[in-house]
């Protein structure tokens, strides 16, 4: 079955230490998305890319790092500078950024601080 | 400031009832609209996708209106069940602005 898949589901940082989240989907989808979810809250975009080789910055981008060297990967690093990196992380993908293509979301990273 | 608003915060109801989720939005330019379902623990699953000119749109128990002069969603779920329960997340796309979602509750 075509889909995205999130690795690790549980995630945990120690004080000064970079993560990397996993995020793979085999939908040949052009466009991947990552995503911060704090309860009670809304999806907040962390960082998007179109297409391979290319990302742009989302609304909350600080502290956060990617790449997307492969069509099917585009993996998320948080890094030591996000001092409140405790979240749920969803990737995304869609056909393509245009038009009303639906996003399809992994099932998520949840991160926290020990 | 694009927003996108949900009410209520969160609903409990018995099985078997009906529920109305709202929307409301300041989005502009607005593109489309879309609801999705997040089951605890899991990603969003959209549910229904309404252009500018769609007033209903139907998935099987769930539907979904729109009023583009007003700038309000609602979805309608009928004959609750169980497996109801979740998040449902409104999202205002082209600026992708996602609602705090209404978590629903359904009691047996």
């Known amino acids: 079955d075509g889909g995205i898949t999130q690795s690790p589901k549980y995630l945990f940082r120690k004080e000064g230490q970079n993560v990397t989240l996993s995020c793979e989907q085999n939908l040949n989808h052009d466009a991947m998305y990552w995503y911060r979810q704090d309860p009670g809250q809304g999806l907040r975009l962390i960082y998007y890319s179109q297409i391979v080789n290319d990302f742009q910055k989302g609304d909350i981008a600080e502290g956060y790092s990617v790449s997307r060297e492969k069509k099917e990967s585009f993996p998320l690093t948080v890094t030591s500078a996000q001092k409140n990196p405790t979240a749920f992380y969803l990737c995304a993908s869609s056909i393509s950024a245009q038009g009303s293509q639906p996003q399809h979301f992994g099932d998520g990273t949840r991160l926290s601080i020990l | 400031k694009n927003q996108v608003e949900q009410s209520p915060q969160s609903l409990i109801i018995l099985e078997g009832k009906n529920c109305t989720l709202q929307c409301n939005y300041t989005v502009s330019p607005f593109s489309n609209l879309r609801w999705y379902k997040q089951d605890t623990g899991r990603g969003p699953v959209s549910l229904t996708i309404?252009?500018?000119?769609?007033n209903t749109k139907s998935n099987g128990r769930y539907t979904a209106t729109l009023d583009a002069d007003t700038k309000q969603s609602s979805l309608h779920i009928t004959a609750s069940q169980l497996s109801d329960s979740a998040s449902y997340i409104c999202v205002v796309e082209g600026k992708s602005t996602f609602g705090d979602g209404t978590t629903l509750t359904v009691k047996p």
């Open positions: 309404m252009t500018f000119s769609e």
